[in-house]
């Protein structure tokens, strides 16, 4: 990408006016892969705290869409461009993995957000807070990168 500082500040105030790490980390990329923010924004929107389950944490579900706009394959029999998605794909996640430590937001929180219990202890303890911004940041990194293959 072309100005990573400028689009990785945009990410996060994104993410700090309480947009979810998917759509800070998916609007990241969105305008260059041809992509309004707005339309981003509204695509990402259901898969910020592991689509609310605590699973895979919104900032890879983020990127993985991000990098099927550039990298994606539309025709069923187009083993070349499934390919080079996936490849695309573990890439993100070997990184991804490599620089914090998992890919779900339970693991990565070390709390579940869809146990009311837990939920309230990730918010008092303001953990996404602390943590999450971080991810975001290392999301958009890696994205970059990937992008610029």
Same mark, same amino acid.
């Given at each position: ?11 996060? !105030? &994104?993410?700090?006016? %309480? ?13 260059? #892969? %041809?992509?309004?923010?707005? /339309? ?5 929107? %259901?898969?910020? %705290?592991?689509? &609310? &389950? ?15 706009? !550039? ?16 490849? !695309?794909?573990? /890439?993100?996640? +070997?990184?991804?993995?490599? !620089?914090?430590?998992?890919? +779900?937001?339970?693991?990565? #929180? ?7 219990? /837990? ?26 990168? &990937?992008?610029?293959?």
């Amino acid at each position: 990408m072309s100005d990573v500082m400028t689009t990785q500040k945009a990410a996060w !105030k &994104l993410f700090e006016q %309480g947009y979810n790490c998917a759509q800070a980390v998916f609007s990241h990329a969105a305008e260059e #892969l %041809g992509l309004d923010e707005e /339309e981003a924004l509204k695509i990402a929107s %259901g898969f910020g %705290g592991g689509m &609310l &389950l605590g699973e895979m944490c919104g900032c890879v579900t983020g990127a993985i869409m991000a990098l099927g706009l !550039k990298y994606g394959f539309s025709e069923p029999n187009d083993s070349i461009g499934k390919g080079i998605a996936n490849e !695309k794909t573990m /890439e993100f996640l +070997r990184k991804f993995k490599e !620089k914090n430590g998992a890919h +779900r937001c339970k693991d990565l #929180l070390g709390m579940d957000v869809s146990i009311p219990e /837990e939920k309230m202890k990730i918010s008092q303890e303001g953990l996404i807070e602390k943590k999450c911004p971080g991810f975001v940041s290392s999301a958009c990194e890696i994205l970059d990168e &990937l992008l610029d293959d």
